[in-house]
């Protein structure tokens, strides 16, 4: 009787094994490489706003506050996305006829807000905080990445669970002096030179990168604002923290 | 059937050669009109009670797992009484392929392929009722320690999580296993068969099988070698799901006793269910001359033997529940035994506890119709035996104000019944696509009971056990 496959099969026979063996592995790889993508997770990713907004010509170049819009940052869960009434606090005198700046006139004359297009979002089962963050010393930089130079905002950093837990399993790592949370954007201002040269090592990395890793110097000065601020750091990974 | 056959101690009965034996096995297979009538019942009630399952699973994964009987404080309910029975049942398959195999009991050759399809099917009913019960099966992955961003990993403190392991494990090792097995005998279809398409498909699956001395010895140590990993499966498997109420601290959970108790269980239902499904099947194919009268003998003796061993566990339960002198212990004994569940209880004790009893008679033990009966029993009463152990606990525990009764609703039983259909319907759709037999080892056999002339008829005296391994199965097979 012939034979029912050419002796090349064999070939077929041999890759399909090693397939099974290494299919789940390849499967998992590129399942983790998915997940973490920019396009899963939407980090780096400018958002379609209504008007384009530029964070890095109203902090850097004009050295605006970032609580003159975000105003309830330090009080409450929510930054806040400023009403329009903001806006027109300037916009009312200047730069009154751009047409960029029609959907902001449109949204003051007929009272409805502009929707603009959320860019950082926790899921509904998360429960944050802004304010408790920043009394504890988090700069913006350090979840929203470096947002002062940014010509259209974009999600900064991806937010990945592990990543909260980060800090929340070793605050010593990031927390530190409130009264220092909004002073290193006056220091970067475009034309600040010997401020900002004069900033320490780690002002100066989160400013620009949102990151630091602190030396032991730094973290022993972490543990001290740790302590003070009474953080209780078993409990502080604890599921209920923020899945309330 | 005939009710009663007579005892002969050779494990091939009737006048068989290397080509009988090969044309009756892969007949089956290859001549489509050896299934009869019984085939195309059991396959469409089990088609359809599987149908029945998928639209239960339907309903389950858009309402929740509310509409099963689970609920405060009866957390576990039917689903994990089925996924420990299922789980149960599979073992005969692995005990019959892998130990009897390290042992070299001759016997095993006739019952193992089937057994071991057996152990497939039960595992892959068993694997769906945890997966249910977390109420999101598409996040099943999560109990794996995969690399994620959620910062987390399984509690490996945790029994539930060792189950995972422990049956993962077990169903991959089986499924190598029974598919090592299948090789030799899936290139005997493929030469056998005259429809290309089953010749592309046999042929595929015996991936180039030639029967070459190099394939037979790769083969034999590779057997031997799954063996061995399966063996500690055996043992370890139930063991691990009687951690899942071992760990606990609820009293009728907390049962040092567990672990061998449920093994020996599992081997008992296993052979229950083997010979649930032998003695009906050696009948419609006419399989008696394989698997013989002897075969049943010992397979109603294991479970005689194992079914002792799972009364003396229920023995032990009552005394040491008394023993232990804790309130809590005795009263849980208490409401076993004369609580709303007390049915449940005295059912269980007559099916696992006087039934079995009968199979010390060798008259029983032969009468073909008896035996089925008491399998029935057996399977029932291993049922019971994991529906009294979670639901009077988890209904009767330290606080009264917690007490409750359990009730299951249609969806627990629709979901049951579907099992029962799935494995039907796989069980008699591989009676039908692959040897049930293992047919190289039938001729193995053959051999080390004639010698290597041509069969003449059986050998007048049985096969020594010692003879076993596979070693002599050169040439001689397809």
């Known amino acids: 009787m012939a034979q029912v496959f050419h002796p090349r099969a064999n070939v077929l026979a041999k890759l399909s094994l090693i397939l099974l063996a290494t299919g789940p592995v390849l499967l998992l790889l590129i399942g983790t490489g998915v997940s973490r993508a920019s396009h899963n997770t939407k980090a780096g990713i400018a958002a379609d706003q209504p008007v384009p907004f530029s964070h890095e010509h109203h902090v850097s170049e004009l050295g605006i506050d970032c609580r003159y819009c975000h105003s309830n940052v330090e009080t409450s869960a929510h930054a806040t996305v400023p ?35 959320q860019v950082n979002k926790v899921p509904e089962f998360v429960y944050f905080n802004h304010s408790i963050h920043i009394k504890r010393g988090l700069n913006c930089n350090i979840c929203h990445g470096s947002v002062q130079q940014m010509q259209l905002a974009y999600k900064g950093k991806p937010f990945f669970m592990v990543w909260c837990l980060n800090c929340h399993r070793n605050p010593e790592k990031y927390v530190g002096d409130p009264d220092k949370v909004f002073s290193i954007y006056e220091k970067g201002q475009k034309g600040q030179d010997r401020e900002y040269a004069n900033m320490p090592a780690e002002e100066r990395d989160i400013l620009n990168v949102g990151e630091h890793t602190r030396s032991p110097e730094e973290l022993a000065k972490g543990e001290e604002w740790v302590k003070k601020f009474n953080i209780k750091k078993k409990q502080l990974a604890d599921c209920w923290i923020c899945h309330r | 059937m005939s009710a009663r056959e007579k005892l002969n101690d050779d494990l091939i009965l009737g006048k068989h050669t290397y080509r009988s034996i090969n044309d009756k096995v892969n007949n089956v297979v290859l001549n489509q009109n050896s299934h009869t009538i019984p085939w195309a019942v059991c396959f469409m009630v089990g088609f359809m009670l599987l149908q029945l399952m998928g639209l239960v699973i339907l309903w389950l994964l858009y309402r929740g797992i509310g509409i099963w009987g689970v609920n405060n404080p009866s957390m576990w309910g039917w689903d994990i009484i089925n996924f420990v029975w299922w789980i149960g049942i599979g073992h005969a398959g692995t005990l019959i392929s892998a130990i009897l195999l390290l042992l070299k009991q001759s016997w095993r050759n006739s019952i193992n392929r089937f057994a071991e399809a057996m152990t497939l099917f039960a595992v892959a009913c068993a694997g769906l009722f945890p997966l249910l019960h977390t109420g999101r099966p598409y996040m099943a992955y999560w109990m794996f320690p995969y690399p994620n961003v959620l910062a987390m990993t399984p509690n490996f403190r945790s029994p539930l999580l060792w189950d995972v392991f422990a049956i993962s494990t077990y169903a991959t090792v089986s499924a190598v296993f029974w598919f090592l097995g299948l090789i030799p005998d899936v290139a005997s279809l493929r030469d056998r068969s005259k429809n290309p398409i089953f010749r592309t498909i046999f042929g595929a699956l015996a991936m180039g099988w030639r029967g070459a001395s190099s394939h037979w010895q790769r083969y034999e140590s590779a057997y031997i070698m799954l063996a061995g990993l399966s ?33 020996a269980g599992a081997v008992y239902a296993g052979f229950a269910m083997v010979l649930t499904l032998a003695i009906p099947v050696r009948a419609w194919y006419n399989m008696k001359d394989f698997i013989t009268m002897r075969h049943i003998d010992w397979m109603a003796k294991v479970m005689l033997a194992t079914g002792l061993i799972v009364f003396y566990g229920y023995l032990c339960e009552g005394f040491f529940s008394w023993y232990s002198g804790n309130v809590f212990e005795r009263d849980m004994m208490r409401f076993r035994m004369f609580g709303p569940y007390g049915w449940a209880y005295w059912m269980l004790i007559l099916c696992n506890g006087v039934v079995p009893q009968f199979l010390w008679f060798p008259k029983i033990r032969t009468n073909l119709v008896a035996l089925f009966v008491i399998c029935q029993f057996v399977s029932l009463g291993m049922w019971l035996e994991r529906f009294v152990i979670i639901t009077v606990s988890l209904t009767r525990d330290f606080l009264p104000s917690s007490w409750g009764y359990f009730t299951p609703t249609i969806y627990d039983i629709g979901m049951f019944v579907g099992t029962v259909g799935q494995f039907t319907f796989l069980m008699f759709g591989f009676l039908r696509v692959l040897p049930m037999i293992n047919n190289f080892e039938m001729k193995e056999l053959l051999y080390r009971m004639i010698g290597r002339g041509h069969g003449h008829g059986h050998a007048a005296h049985a096969p020594e056990p010692a003879l076993a391994g596979h070693a002599a199965g050169d040439g001689e097979e397809h």
């Open chain 2, 231 to 263: 063996t500690p499966l055996v043992l370890s498997v139930h063991s691990i799901v009687s951690f899942d109420f071992a760990v606990s601290n609820l009293p009728g959970w907390h049962v040092t006793l567990f672990p061998p108790y449920f093994v």
């Open chain 1, 83 to 117: 009403p329009t009434e903001t806006c027109m606090s300037c916009h009312s005198q200047i730069w009154t006829n751009s047409p960029l700046l029609e959907p902001i006139r449109q949204s003051y004359k007929t009272n409805t807000p502009v929707t603009w297009a």
